[in-house]
């Protein structure tokens, strides 16, 4: 039987400290994400969607039989190069419904974090009395109140990606259909320009999200990956799939291969020496004086007249 979460309001007079180790995040399995996050998680941890209340939330996987790298080593550290916002306010969630109007009243605290409540930290409250949080505290409830709003946002894009059959289940350990989706990169691929306008009708946020999902199944183990189109399609309907595509399952679409290989170029897709010119030796434009710089290059590359 597992632990319900608790009200912080319990813990009023307590301090809160950081978790020492990630185990648990590792044991939850998946944690969801928020709008302003999902570009820079899919370039370190693979992103799935779950149908959570009826609605589908993103997030990401840290269960260890899916990353192809597990996040969380053997010690309980994390290893991935970004820690997403779910870990770093944990052990605390956004009650589902707030008894109260006092901010302490809107955060519960998950049971597998009680432990990080006591006697060490910063405190909870400055107010026990009157439910005043902390500094600390106050900014974990301000991130908890933005991430429901991006999650959200979120679903309703993920609404219509499902809606286009685009959300392809990811393959369980038994090869079963698992609760995890990601984009089917066929169905994305065979879109047309009117369904692609009408996904981006109101932003272009499900088109990112389908883009980020792909990317970002890199980061899963091959064997996780859904079963190409046809032979998902034959598995649906009960018809056997041949001998050879059982004893070796492929290992990759053709998108996961293109978008592995951007592991080996250098460049980046982010604010870096992407279009940094040092170094390189760049023609003048049609009409321009090379630089002086570049001139002195050249007369110091020319070949010089032996006397």
């Known amino acids: ?82 820690m997403p ?8 969630a956004l009650a589902a419904a707030a008894p109260g109007a006092r901010p302490i009243d809107e955060i519960e605290v998950a049971p597998e974090g009680a432990h990080l409540l006591g006697a060490a930290g910063v405190p909870v409250c400055l107010d026990p009395a009157a439910g005043t949080l902390g500094p600390e505290l106050n900014a974990i409830r ?29 393959r369980g350990l038994r090869d079963e259909a698992a609760a995890d989706l990601t984009v089917d990169p066929e169905r994305f691929a065979a879109l047309d320009a009117d369904h692609v306008a009408a996904l981006a009708a109101e932003s272009f946020l499900p088109l990112d999200l389908a883009t980020a999902l792909l990317f970002s199944r890199r980061h899963l183990q091959p064997d996780r990956l859904p079963l190409p189109g046809s032979a998902r399609e034959a598995q649906h309907a009960g018809v056997a799939t041949p001998a050879e595509a059982i004893l070796v399952p492929p290992r990759a679409e053709a ?50 007249a032996v006397a």
């Open 142 to 170: 301000n991130t908890l109140l933005m991430m429901r709003g991006g999650g959200q946002r979120l679903s309703r894009a993920l609404d219509l990606l499902r809606i286009a059959g685009l959300l392809a289940p990811l």
């Open 255 to 304: 998108m996961d291969l293109v978008l592995a290989s951007l592991e080996a170029l250098d460049f980046a897709l982010d604010a870096s020496d992407l279009f940094d010119g040092e170094g390189a030796d760049w023609p003048p434009l049609d009409g321009a004086e090379p630089s002086a710089q570049g001139a002195a290059d050249k007369e110091a590359e020319a070949p010089r």
């Open 85 to 92: 916002i779910a870990l770093r306010t944990f052990p605390f």
């Open 1 to 82: 039987m597992s632990l319900a979460a608790q009200p912080l309001a319990r813990f009023a007079s307590a301090r809160a400290r950081a978790p020492e180790g990630y185990d648990f995040a590792a044991a939850a399995g998946w944690l969801p994400l928020n709008d302003t996050e999902f570009h820079l998680t899919a370039h370190h941890l693979p992103l799935s969607v779950r149908i959570l209340a009826g609605a589908p939330r993103l997030g990401f996987l840290i269960a260890r039989d899916y990353p192809a790298m597990p996040p969380v080593d053997e010690a309980g550290r994390w290893r991935a190069g970004y």
